[in-house]
């Protein structure tokens, strides 16, 4: 394990293992102190350390929540500012209303990586995973109705028909005044 | 998709659109040219007195007086008179008016010399319809006056040529007399009049100039009675035929006693050659004659005695008799032989006694000499010179001097019947029009003038430079193919027969062919009618053709008289192939089809209703086989009030076998009651207009279905008594009914009367919509009116889910035969002007908005956006409409002054306007023709999909490498504060 590398992601910028649970000293490079033994250590400090473990589990699981529920102040914030652009296709309603597809489609792209510190096999991830990935589809679909407000969904059949070729004449009737 | 936002790109860009179409003015003549002409010179007066500039007078068939240099032949000043107001007759008076005669006679004007401005008008009145003569008094001075004698409408009036005043008059009741000269005989104060009544009744009468006392009249019989014109051979002797066309006449009236000497032309030239007629001329003491090809002159000796002094069967011209010295007269005379012109000038009194004898290389695309007016001039060694002024068979108008052609004029081009346009060659590897390409400096130095003419840092000689640079750009009028589709030929068809192509870039002659074939006299006596069509087009699998186009003449007045066919080849203005047709001509139906070779096939309708095709080759015949129940025709018998729906029928059952040639028959007819209504105008599609989409988007996403049939015909009747002039009928006994007709079916799609309004209609057709043009008498206005015509079968075909997986019947094939529901919507609207001539802009993919072209009254052409005359605008539009574009309904079509296409210019006697779509969608290019040209390019929507001729690359060049050096700089500087950074 490296040393000097946080672990514990946030907060924590460096820290080391006062737990080596290695019994055999041949393993280590430097010999043990005289006077000191392994053995009697860790009987001492186990129940410290599954106490701390059991907070970091929770304080994980709380921080995983708090991230799943942060797209709900963006969608606010979004909807706040949508509702600023108005519903005339200009530049800022075109900005805004394809920044709040890309957000949210970005955030779902990465949600492995966003839960990836609160990684933990005592921390149930599902739950935040899944009110964030909602809460994420909640945005995109509120940019979707802002484009189709916009009018620039093709949810209309002026939009599949207005490139049209015009339909081919079967007869064909020439004639003019004569010379 | 791609489409979809490239529309939606442009409908941001409509937005920001606004309707004002305007040129600053050092944009003038960068893509526009105009070029004046005067037409098919009728009457030449020259003015070379020793003061001033040498000028000559001329009046045409087009109704035009030009003064012109005599140098360079440009034009000092012109007027181009209605076409009603024809000239019958010009001359000069006391030296500084030109005094002309027109309108029949009735109207006579002086006009100031120098700067053409109108000096006095006068009206002449009389009481019979009758031949109108002019006749400036130039030896009877009256306090410096000089009297002009006219004859018209049966009455003599002197008028004074310093103010019009109308200094006397004569009636002459002679009830029939139809007088043929007005004489005045040198140094005397009186006028003789002379002319026929009931046909073998000679007649003279002899008046006081001064006052118009009649002093003597004396009549003489001739029971063998007189046929066409008179010679005038001396003050007091005629020159007549018998109404035989056999014997000569020779009339004396000296002294007021009357003589008839009798001649029979046989005992002149040995044997009868048939029908003689005299050539007018005024050249004493001889006269020519024309016996079939012949030209024979003779000279009259005293006492009736005639001498032949020559016979020719070479063409020949004369000219009339100009004075030199005293008493002396010459005249000139221009024979063809070959691909020379022989010009002599001869003393009236010695045949033989050559004045002057030169040879003139001619160009056979001229033709013959129709006219000769001929001028004299001192030499530097005080001996006569004179330079001939000669009208061609293509109307064009040359000087000749001294054995050269001076100067030219191409003044067919003013009576110009029709138009089509041609591609350019395409530019190949190792042709060398790179020669025209600037090198690479001074495009560079170019450009750094424009730049800094956008910077303003230009000096006024800067600028200067930068605008002749502008006007000669050598790119636009190279003979090649351009990328934009800007360079085209226009090829124009003149009256006289003759076929230019005009370059589009800077509207110069690339070639010129008189259709010679179609003049041989043995193959056509008179050719009418003629029309242009495009023959071949080539592109895709044939681009190693050259483009073709087809002229139709007809040979005679009768619609049973036989056709003539010429091919042209466009590149070369070479004549491919001519042919004379057993059949006549009657209507030429371009086919929307074509064969390998991109020829395209046309239908040629006869008199009998046959219908022939052409070309005349297997493959066609395979073609037209294959489409053979689908064609139709139409015909417009406008004197009766029909129009007739054809249909083929089957092989044509002559004795000839001929597998060309289709029967056909009568599918339907629509009649007009005869008693309440008469054609006035009929209009349709143009074959070749592109079409982008059927269906319209209008407010809230909906959608509207175009109903794009080819077949409609638009057709508006008047009622028989309004036929006439704006104001001859009151608006109770005065309609106009516009029809929309399918011509396949014959079914009437719209009917709309107009109550109280009346002709004439000008009309245009284009999509789903026409416009047209009429007056409403119960306002006194003009009016324009609009029809839109949609599917409204179609109507409920807005199913998404549908559409978006094909599953509609949008694009397939319609008949007109299945009888689609049609709704129409219209709306009028007052416009100010009354207008000569009605378009339309085309575009390359029809995608571009489109803007009505109008030639006004006023010889311009007005463009006018087509939003105008939408009859879905409303008072007060929604806000989606106006989102849409709609403009709030008006009752006045608004004219904004700087939407003239033609600027400040004018095209004068305005006929037509065409339209031709460039490569670049949003160009499209306007030739307007009368007796002036104007051509330019025109961009409805702007030009969205390119950049503006002015744009400075050079600039943009500049900011791109300043941009990068920017970039390279900052980047070594960075990198050089990172270092020091990590060696802190």
């Known amino acids: 394990m490296e040393k000097g590398k946080g672990v514990m992601g946030s907060g924590r910028r460096w820290a080391v293992d006062f737990s080596d649970n290695s019994t055999a000293p041949s393993s280590r490079d430097i010999p043990d102190p005289p006077g000191f033994s392994r053995a009697s250590m860790d009987q001492d400090d186990s129940a410290v350390s599954r106490q701390k473990k059991d907070a970091e589990a929770n304080w994980k699981a709380q921080k995983a929540w708090e991230v799943a529920q942060a797209p709900f102040k963006n969608l606010l914030m979004m909807g706040f500012m949508m509702w600023m652009a108005g519903s005339t296709v200009h530049l800022f309603s075109i900005g805004i209303t394809f920044s709040a597809l890309w957000q949210p489609i970005s955030a779902l792209q990465g949600v492995g990586k966003v839960f990836e510190p609160y990684k933990d096999n005592k921390v149930d991830l599902l739950g935040p995973k899944l009110l964030f990935i909602a809460l994420n589809l909640g945005g995109l679909a509120l940019g979707v109705w802002k484009l189709n407000t916009l009018g620039l969904l093709p949810t209309h059949a002026s939009d599949w028909v207005s490139s049209l070729p015009p339909a081919q004449e079967v007869e064909y009737s020439g004639g003019v005044i004569p010379l | ?984």
């Open chain 2, 1 to 984: 998709m791609a489409i979809r936002s490239f529309l939606f790109l442009l409908l941001l860009f409509f937005s920001s659109l606004n309707p004002i179409l305007s040129l600053y003015e050092d944009q003038v003549g960068l893509m526009d040219w105009h070029q004046q002409f005067i037409g098919k010179v009728k009457q030449a007066v020259f003015h070379t007195q020793k003061t001033g500039r040498k000028r000559v007078v001329v009046s045409t068939e087009e109704n035009v007086i030009a003064s012109l240099d005599l140098r360079h032949g440009e034009i000092f000043w012109r007027h181009v008179l209605a076409t009603n107001d024809v000239i019958d007759g010009i001359d000069i008076a006391i030296g500084k008016y030109v005094i002309t005669l027109s309108s029949g006679g009735s109207i006579l004007r002086a006009w100031n010399l120098p700067d053409g401005q109108m000096v006095w008008e006068s009206s002449l009145q009389g009481p019979k319809h009758s031949k109108s003569l002019l006749l400036v008094l130039t030896n009877l001075k009256v306090d410096k006056d000089n009297v002009v004698i006219v004859f018209t409408n049966g009455r003599l009036h002197a008028v004074s040529s310093i103010d019009g005043e109308v200094l006397w008059k004569k009636d002459f009741e002679a009830e029939s007399l139809d007088v043929q000269q007005v004489i005045q005989p040198p140094g005397s104060d009186l006028v003789y009049v002379v002319g026929f009544a009931a046909s073998s009744q000679f007649e003279m009468y002899q008046i006081n100039a001064r006052n118009g006392e009649l002093l003597k009249h004396e009549s003489a019989a001739f029971s063998g009675g007189f046929l066409g014109e008179v010679s005038l051979v001396s003050s007091e002797t005629l020159v007549a035929l018998d109404s035989t066309g056999s014997i000569l006449l020779t009339i004396s009236f000296h002294n007021g006693k009357i003589s008839f000497q009798q001649t029979p032309i046989s005992n002149l030239v040995g044997d009868s050659l048939g029908p003689a007629a005299i050539t007018p001329s005024s050249v004493t003491g001889i006269f020519s004659l024309k016996v079939n090809a012949i030209t024979i002159f003779i000279r009259v000796i005293g006492e009736g005695k005639l001498e032949v002094l020559e016979k020719t069967n070479l063409k020949t011209a004369v000219s009339d008799a100009l004075s030199i010295s005293e008493g002396k007269q010459a005249f000139a005379l221009i024979q063809h032989a070959g691909s020379e012109i022989h010009l002599t000038v001869k003393p009236a009194d010695d045949w033989d006694g050559n004045l002057l004898k030169e040879s003139i290389k001619m160009d056979r695309q001229r033709g013959l000499v129709h006219k000769v007016f001929i001028n004299n001039y001192i030499r530097t060694d005080r001996s006569y010179g004179f330079r001939v002024l000669i009208v061609m068979e293509d109307h064009s108008l040359l000087l000749l001097q001294q054995g050269e052609i001076v100067w030219s004029r191409e003044d067919g081009l003013a009576s110009i019947i029709d138009v089509t346009t041609s591609e350019l060659p395409v530019e190949k590897d190792g042709v060398s029009v790179a020669k025209v390409e600037h090198n690479l400096f001074e495009w560079l130095k170019g450009h750094m003038l424009k730049l800094k003419g956008t910077l303003m840092l230009a000096s006024p000689e800067d600028m200067a430079a930068i605008q002749s640079m502008r006007l000669k750009s050598s790119e636009k009028s190279k003979m090649t193919r351009d990328h934009n589709g800007f360079r085209k030929l226009l090829i124009v068809l003149t009256r006289a027969g003759k076929l230019f192509a005009l370059h589009t870039g800077d509207g110069r002659i690339v070639w010129s062919h008189l259709l010679q074939s179609l003049h041989k006299p043995q193959a056509c006596q008179h050719l009418i009618g003629l029309n242009l069509y495009q023959w071949q087009v080539p592109h895709h699998h044939a681009m190693d053709e050259n483009p073709s186009v087809l002229v139709v003449g007809r040979c005679g007045p009768s619609l049973d008289a036989p056709g003539v066919l010429s091919f042209v080849d466009t590149y070369t203005g070479k004549e491919l192939s001519s042919l004379s047709l057993a059949h006549s001509v009657a209507q030429v139906i371009p086919l929307p089809y074509t064969d390998s070779t991109e020829q395209r096939l046309h239908l040629l309708i006869d008199a009998d209703q046959h219908a022939h095709l052409y070309p005349k080759t297997p493959e066609a015949i395979g073609i037209f086989q294959r489409e053979f129940s689908n064609i139709y025709w139409y015909s417009v018998e406008d004197d009766n009030g029909i129009i007739k729906g054809h249909a083929l029928k089957s092989k044509c059952t002559s004795e000839v076998a001929d597998e060309f040639c289709f029967d056909s028959r009568e599918l339907w007819s629509v009649v007009f009651p005869s008693e309440s209504e008469k054609i006035i105008a009929t209009v349709t599609r143009k074959l070749n207009e592109v079409v982008h989409t059927q269906a319209k988007v209008i407010a809230d996403q909906d959608v509207m279905y175009k109903y794009l049939s080819r077949n409609l015909l638009f057709v508006a009747t008047a009622a028989p008594k309004a036929s006439g002039e704006i104001g001859s009928v009151t608006p109770e006994e005065s309609w106009l009914v516009a029809y929309l007709i399918d011509t396949v079916t014959g079914r009437i799609l719209h009917r709309v009367t107009h109550h109280g309004s009346q002709g004439p209609v000008h009309a245009v057709f284009s999509e789903n919509w026409v416009v047209y043009h009429y007056f409403n008498l119960r306002v006194h206005r003009y009016e324009m009116s609009v029809i839109e015509i949609y599917d409204q079968s179609r109507a409920d075909d807005k199913d998404v889910w549908k559409l978006v997986l094909g599953k509609h019947n949008l694009t397939s094939p319609i008949s007109s035969y299945s009888r689609p529901e049609v709704i129409t919507k219209s709306q009028s609207y007052f416009f100010t002007h009354s207008l000569k001539s009605i378009a339309v802009t085309s575009t390359a993919k029809g995608i571009t908005s489109k803007q009505l072209l109008i030639g006004t009254i006023g010889d311009q052409v007005l463009a006018l956006d087509k939003r105008f005359l939408d009859p879905r605008r409303s008072v007060n539009p929604t806000q989606a409409e106006k989102e849409e574009g709609i403009i709030p309904l008006t009752d006045l079509l608004p004219i904004i002054p700087q939407s003239y296409v033609t600027h400040a210019l004018r095209v004068e006697g305005l006929q037509g306007i065409v339209t031709v779509p460039a490569k670049l969608e949003s160009t499209t290019l306007v030739f307007a023709h009368g007796v002036d040209l104007f051509f330019t390019q025109l961009a409805p929507s702007r030009t969205y999909d390119s950049l503006t001729e002015d744009f400075s690359y050079a600039l943009l060049l500049i900011t791109i490498v300043a941009l990068v050096a920017a970039i390279f700089v900052t980047w070594i500087l960075s990198e050089r504060k990172e270092l020091q950074e990590k060696w802190r």
